[in-house]
């Protein structure tokens, strides 16, 4: 898959997996099954599970995961959970192909994420018109 290809797969898999980090935090990799949790929030846990693998609640997550989950809102910090994703999905083509069918799979479902942007920042993403104000 072109390193294009990958970096949409991992966006459009982004808001599940902080759906997934916000809903169940440090448990996110546990393997227990929450029939509680909406539609986003299982496919970003199984999503992260299969790139992650299993954990038990007492285990340590991996570093950009855990990161994540003490500073949800940091840019930076998603961006190299989605960094570590990515060299995970590059260096595994059956996992690729599992992540790919849990994110066709998903039930279509509306999915909303708040982007910030410095001034004289851009932030790319899909479906997405930037209008810049007159100077």
Same mark, same amino acid.
């Given at each position: 898959?072109? !390193?294009? #290809?990958?970096?949409?797969?991992?966006?459009?898999? $982004?808001?599940? &997996?902080?759906? /997934?980090?916000?809903?169940?935090?440090?448990?996110?990799?546990?393997? @227990?099954?929450? %029939?509680?949790? =909406?539609?986003?929030?299982?496919? !970003?846990?199984?999503?992260?599970?299969?790139?992650?693998?299993?954990?038990? #609640? =007492?285990? +340590?997550?991996? #570093?950009?995961?855990?990161?994540?989950?003490?500073? +949800?809102? =940091?840019?930076?910090?998603? !961006?190299?959970?989605?960094?570590?994703?990515?060299?995970?999905? #590059?260096? %595994? +083509?059956?996992?690729? /192909?599992?992540?790919?069918? &849990?994110?066709?799979?998903? +039930?279509? $479902?509306? @999915?909303?994420?708040? &982007?910030?942007?410095?001034? %004289?920042?851009?932030? /790319?993403?899909?479906?997405?018109?930037?209008?810049?104000?007159?100077?």
């Amino acid at each position: 898959m072109a !390193g294009e #290809e990958l970096a949409t797969l991992v966006a459009d898999a $982004t808001p599940y &997996i902080t759906a /997934a980090v916000s809903a169940y935090g440090r448990a996110v990799l546990a393997k @227990v099954q929450d %029939d509680a949790a =909406d539609a986003t929030v299982g496919v !970003g846990r199984r999503f992260l599970q299969r790139v992650f693998g299993h954990r038990r #609640e =007492d285990e +340590p997550l991996p #570093e950009p995961v855990a990161e994540l989950v003490e500073f +949800p809102d =940091d840019a930076d910090v998603l !961006g190299a959970l989605r960094r570590a994703i990515r060299r995970q999905l #590059e260096a %595994d +083509p059956e996992m690729l /192909a599992d992540c790919r069918t &849990i994110l066709v799979n998903a +039930p279509q $479902t509306t @999915v909303t994420q708040h &982007i910030k942007a410095g001034r %004289d920042a851009y932030v /790319a993403a899909r479906d997405m018109t930037i209008n810049r104000p007159a100077e």
